[in-house]
């Protein structure tokens, strides 16, 4: 068999790469796209760098006034709209469509402004502010709303699924860096490659500007039908993220810039008195450490000139709100290769 006249790579098979690779698929129907990554969603063990499985995983916008925060609410209401026709095309997508509460003990100065029927997740979200009779004890602020949760090791493998019946390559592999992808794809009789698509979560810790975020979650036999989120006076979080298709729910969870600890630590589970009211009545599955792949600044979106017809796209950095960005995210990932590669071009 011959090789494919110059495929593209991605590298990196998390809820980032496996979006940008399904659109690549459409823009150039006739190329060979080629996934090469580290850890796949098989049914094995995944580490905790590989933070698509450790991921909640809910749709909590986050809006503010920064130009990141107004972007990346913008990403996060685009990609709703995706996710929306994947939960009522492809219930066994493992996407779902529930309500979602926020209780605030601190709220930023800008959530005064917010008004019940602003569009908060999107379009039709039923937005609403709740009244102070109906906050519970500390909470100065609380919302509802209709969002979405993913159960994400269900999801990851229905995106691979779908990428690998249309034609895709997926190759488990370690590379020592996204330019090694190249080298890599010619030995391995993938041909000539002109464009790396870098979704590899961290950039191989090549990059300053990136840092893990541990959180560790449990996730527990109970099936909540909403997804809760509380934020304490602390500063700490704490939520209750149901998983579809009776993945049990997810209840968390820490946010810890910088440490290392793949481990679970004794945690206090967080108590949600309409949900349990004890801890005896969680029935817990299992402890969760994964490193959300944080970046200052958020996502890097650029192209980089590698050589002679040569570059790398870059995708990487998406934080803690992958998910809740992905197609958005994939779609900007996707525009810049398209920049290179004209989706007529002869691929
Ligand atoms: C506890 C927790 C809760 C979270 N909750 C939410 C939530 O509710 N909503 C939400 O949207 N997000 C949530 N996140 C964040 C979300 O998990 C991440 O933003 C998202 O998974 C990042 O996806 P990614 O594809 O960019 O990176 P990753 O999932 O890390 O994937 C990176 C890919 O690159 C590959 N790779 C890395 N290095 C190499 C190498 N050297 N060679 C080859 N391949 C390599 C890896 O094997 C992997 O396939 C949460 C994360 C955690 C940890």
């Known amino acids: ?62 809006p503010g006034s920064t130009s990141q925060l107004k972007q990346e609410f913008d990403m996060g209401v685009r990609t709703a709209e995706r996710m929306k026709r994947i939960a009522r095309d ?17 709220p930023p100065a800008e959530f005064s402004s917010i008004k019940t029927g602003d569009v908060y997740a999107g379009p039709e ?5 709740l009244d102070q009779t109906e906050l519970p004890n500390g909470v100065k602020w609380g919302c509802e709303y ?49 464009t790396v698509v870098n979704c590899s979560g961290r950039n191989f810790d090549q990059d300053r500007k990136t840092k893990i975020i541990r959180g560790q979650t449990v996730l527990v036999k109970q099936q909540y039908h909403k ?45 949600f008195p309409d949900f349990v009211d004890s801890v005896d009545k969680f029935d817990v599955l ?11 600044g958020g996502y890097r979106f650029q192209t980089e000139s590698v050589g002679r017809d040569k570059r790398i796209v870059h995708g990487y950095g998406a934080g803690g709100r992958g998910y809740e960005m992905s197609w958005a995210a994939a779609e900007r990932i996707v525009a810049l290769v398209m920049e290179s590669v004209p989706a007529n071009s002869k691929l």
Request: aromatic share 8%; glycine share 12%; net charge neutral.
């Open 286 to 296: 299992k402890d969760n450490v994964g490193r959300r792949p944080w970046r200052d």
């Open 125 to 129: 979200d039923n937005f609403r502010v």
């Open 146 to 194: 209709r969002c979405y949760c993913v159960n994400v090791s269900v999801y990851l493998k229905w995106l691979l699924g779908r990428f690998i019946s249309k034609g895709g390559r997926l190759i488990q592999h370690r590379l020592s860096s996204a330019q090694q992808a190249f080298d890599y794809a010619e030995e391995s009789g993938l041909g000539k490659v002109s």
């Open 227 to 271: 997804t809760v989120t509380r934020q304490n006076g602390d500063g700490s979080w704490a939520f209750l993220i149901p998983r579809p298709q009776g993945g049990g729910t997810i209840v968390g969870g820490t946010k810890e810039i910088g440490d290392p600890e793949e481990r679970p630590r004794p945690e206090t589970l967080n108590l």
């Open 90 to 106: 492809h219930p066994e997508s493992g996407v779902a469509f529930m309500t979602g509460v926020e209780y605030l003990e601190d």
């Open 1 to 62: 068999m011959s090789p494919p006249n110059n495929s593209i790579i991605v590298i990196g098979c998390g809820v980032t790469g496996l979006s940008v690779a399904t659109l690549l698929q459409s823009e150039y129907p006739s190329a060979t796209i080629t996934i090469i990554a580290a850890e796949i969603p098989s049914g094995q063990s995944p580490s905790a760098d590989y933070a698509s499985m450790w991921a909640g995983a809910h749709y909590r916008p986050t």
